[in-house]
């Protein structure tokens, strides 16, 4: 486990950077924390390193989205999901979710607490959380 604090934006998306690197295809990543705790701004820094971030926007609204990146000149795609809205099991299963994260893709799952029997048990965990009007804790599980 590895903990940072990270005091702008910046800094959010830098430490994302910085652990998107060790991403591999098939990789899935849930992000936690409490609304506004800046799980999007890690995201972000996620989809930089895969040369995807212009592309990028909060998928709140449509669940989940799919951005075709690069990674040395490797084609790469990324999936980003938003649980925020969904309330069962039953719910991500008419989605097909199951086999989104199953694929070769790499899957990144804001709110994937709400449903972590329904993540593999080699997930990734990020968990962000505020702890000043500017500062966010960040930590990293691999």
Known sequence: MKEFYSRSVEETRE????????????????LSGNLGAGKTEFMRGIAQVFNCDDQLSSPSFSIFNIYN???????????HFDLYRIETPEELDVLGFGEYIDGPAISVVEWGEKFPDELP???????????GEDERRIVLER
Do not use: C, H, M, T
């Open 121 to 131: 048990g080699n997930a990734k965990k990020v968990f962000i959380e505020a702890v």
């Open 69 to 79: 990146g690069s990674l040395r000149g490797e084609p790469v795609k990324l999936q």
């Open 15 to 30: 430490y994302a950077r910085q652990f998107a690197a060790g991403l591999q295809p098939g990789d899935v990543v849930s």
